[in-house]
């Protein structure tokens, strides 16, 4: 660990990922029937598309793969699937876990910070970051891509999410006002109208990656559930980065729709959860759904 290249707030989260193993376990097996859950709406993004081509798809890779639930998911599916995380922790209940439901000869597991991992010769058809890049640092990310660039066979896909920076125009809390004072309402504003006026996805990338506004980084955003900081990202910031690795930018989808405001969403989460969990059933993929999702996950190949 000690010649990991982390700054101060990843050996941080680190830290924290070490500690809260146990809890992200639960947060991973959650019961998506009754609440929303973030971590089973993107990891249905990497089932359903291997379940729409399973020849073409037999081999995954899952960065920051936390407790393992979604390299799990895919063994059961037959793909020989791999897991990476610094998380020794994370990594031992992945292991023992995968033992447990005789899964072991399709999972492979490793601890190992991502950016400082040597994967050699190693590539795959799926490869997925779900809740990771936040805990890079921002000027990390054209390599983190270059090197997905690499990892990602012919023909393969990389699904990537993020937090979602253009949520704070509409979640109308603390973020909101968060933004507002960085002056960078306006820009996210303007994108999130882009989006939705877009007249196809593909024109959205066009406008994404021709734009040269910089929203600029925020490094300090008010406390989420998660209790370490993370950064976030706009979706155009992402296709800009994943253009320039010469990927091919092909969807973006929502997750973790939210039509009611956060603090309604709180009061009744029941609702809530049926609005978001409909959302996520019948609109995967609708990018212009993706402002009011305060979690998306991007498509490329
Ligand atoms: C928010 S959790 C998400 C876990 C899982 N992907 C999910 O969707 O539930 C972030 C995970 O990324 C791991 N992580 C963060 N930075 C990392 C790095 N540089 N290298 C390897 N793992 C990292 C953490 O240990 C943690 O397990």
Known sequence: MQDWNLDERQRNSLKYFIDHATDWRRRAEADGRRRVSTILQRN???IALVKTN?????????????????????????????????????????????????????????????????????RFDVVTAFGFIEYLRPEELPAFFAKC??????????????????????????????????????????????LVAAESFADFVNIAINDTTATGVLNEYPQTDVAVAGYQYTPSELIRLLDQASFKI??????????????????NAELHAQFSNTIHEQYRGEYRLVPQSSTYILYAE
Request: with cysteine.
């Open 54 to 122: 399973p020849e073409r798809y037999k081999t995954a890779l899952d960065l920051g793969c936390g407790t393992g639930e979604l390299v799990m998911d895919l063994a059961r599916l037959g793909v020989k699937s791999y897991g990476i995380d610094y998380s020794e922790k994370m990594i031992e209940l992945a292991i023992e876990k995968a033992e447990r439901l005789k899964l072991s000869a399709r999972c492979t597991f490793a601890v190992d910070s991502v950016m400082d991992h040597e994967f050699v010769n190693q």
């Open 250 to 267: 092909t969807a973006v989808s929502p997750v973790h729709f939210h039509a009611l405001v956060p603090a309604i969403a709180r009061e």
């Open 44 to 46: 249905t993004h990497a």
């Open 149 to 194: 660039r690499q990892l990602v066979n012919d023909g393969g896909m990389l699904l990537l999410g993020s937090r979602n920076r253009l949520f704070n125009v509409l979640s109308l809390n603390q973020f909101t006002k968060a933004e507002i004072g960085a002056g960078t309402i306006n820009t996210l504003l303007q994108e999130a109208v882009d």
